[in-house]
Nanobody, 120 residues
Framework: QVQLVESGGGLVQAGGSLRLSCAASGSIFTSDVMGWYRQAPGKQRELVATVTYSGNTNYTNYKDSVKGRFTISRDNGKNTMYLEMNSLKPEDTAVYYC???????????WGQGTQVTVSS
C-alpha cells in the first residue's frame, strides 16, 4: 500500500511561482513512475509531468504548455517528488494530483490533490 500526500498549493498572481511537494510512504520502488496531473473545473484530468528513475538518472517528461516553466524532480532518498512552477498563468489553475504507478507491477496510486489558483 502506498500513501501520497501533496502540499504547497495556494493562490498566486499571474507570473508568480509555487512549489508543490508529494511525500510518498509505504512500499516505494525506484522503478515507480511518479507524476503530476491536474484537473480544472469542467475538464478532464491531464498529465503535467512525469519523472522516471533509471540507471541513476531521472528522466522527465512534460506537457507542452508547461515546458520551460515547470520543473519536476524526485528525491528517492526522501521518497518525495516536487513540482517547481514558475511564470504561472491563469490557465494553470487546477487541482494538482500526485500519481505513482509502475509499468512492471499492478500499482497506480493517487494523492488527495492540492488546489492551485492563479489570478490574473
Amino acid at each position: 500500500q502506498v500513501q501520497l500526500v501533496e502540499s504547497g498549493g495556494g493562490l498566486v498572481q499571474a507570473g508568480g511561482s509555487l512549489r508543490l511537494s508529494c511525500a510518498a510512504s509505504g512500499s516505494i520502488f525506484t522503478s515507480d513512475v511518479m507524476g503530476w496531473y491536474r484537473q480544472a473545473p469542467g475538464k478532464q484530468r491531464e498529465l503535467v509531468a512525469t519523472v522516471t528513475y533509471s540507471g541513476n538518472t531521472n528522466y522527465t517528461n512534460y506537457k507542452d504548455s508547461v515546458k520551460g516553466r515547470f520543473t519536476i524532480s524526485r528525491d528517492n532518498g526522501k521518497n518525495t517528488m516536487y513540482l517547481e512552477m514558475n511564470s504561472l498563468k491563469p490557465e494553470d489553475t487546477a487541482v494538482y494530483y500526485c500519481n505513482l504507478r509502475n509499468d512492471y507491477r499492478p500499482r497506480n496510486y493517487w494523492g488527495q490533490g492540492t488546489q492551485v489558483t492563479v489570478s490574473s
